[in-house]
């Protein structure tokens, strides 16, 4: 079965951190380039961070310095490493690849 599957949301206070897991099945993994998007209430979906297949990562303005993609291509994961939250960071994130969605993950900060 073609999937990606998120893990790792929850309610964190500002200022703490998270780590967001996708585990991917059905797709060669490693030939695929990976995405972490998010919606928040009433916004548009946004690109929160990619990594290529190569290993090379590109991160949303509002994210750079704060979160980290990593790719573990032996367990078909993707991570992604948030820090320093804020409150603006609340949204549900998810995992894709080209038209391929997660369910998405909860993501909740507060004051």
């Known amino acids: 079965q073609v999937q990606l599957v998120e893990s790792g949301g929850g309610l964190v206070q500002a200022g703490g951190s998270l780590r967001l897991s996708c585990v991917a099945s059905g797709i060669i993994f490693g030939l695929y380039d990976m995405n972490w998007y998010r919606q928040a209430p009433g916004k548009q979906r946004e690109l929160v961070a990619s990594?290529?297949?190569?290993?090379?990562?590109d991160y949303g303005e509002s994210v750079k310095g704060r979160f980290t993609i990593s790719r573990d291509n032996a367990k078909r994961t993707v991570s992604l490493q948030m820090d320093s939250l804020k409150l603006e960071d609340t949204a549900v994130y998810y995992c894709n690849t080209r038209l391929l969605w997660g369910q998405g993950t909860q993501v909740t900060v507060s004051s």
């Open positions: 990594i290529t297949s190569g290993r090379s990562t």
